[in-house]
């Protein structure tokens, strides 16, 4: 049989101590919280308008710059393939 000496017994409550402390505070307390329909379709709502006006910003800051370039790189090349008729 294993005598436990006074170190460590002092050693086990101090683990079980930690043990019972970190699972007191990973467990959910109830809020005793409502969200009524109401505002719960308003939050949905401004999460997608949010989504979308981000989106939009990109949209608006990269895709038309970038098109607006690549539409004027191909008429370039079309305007320097036709021949001047005056020649």
């Known amino acids: 049989m294993k005598v436990l000496t006074e170190d460590r017994i002092r ?3 101090t683990v ?9 505070l990973v467990l959910p307390n109830p809020a005793f919280a409502y969200i009524g329909p109401g505002a719960g379709l308003g939050a949905i709502a401004v999460t997608i308008a949010v989504i979308l006006g981000v989106l939009f910003l990109v949209v608006g800051l990269v895709w038309f710059p970038l098109k607006r370039m690549l539409k004027g790189r191909k008429a370039g090349v079309k305007d320097s393939n036709e021949l001047d008729p005056t020649q």
């Open 11 to 13: 050693h086990i409550r």
């Open 16 to 24: 079980s101590l930690l043990y019972v402390g970190a699972l007191l």
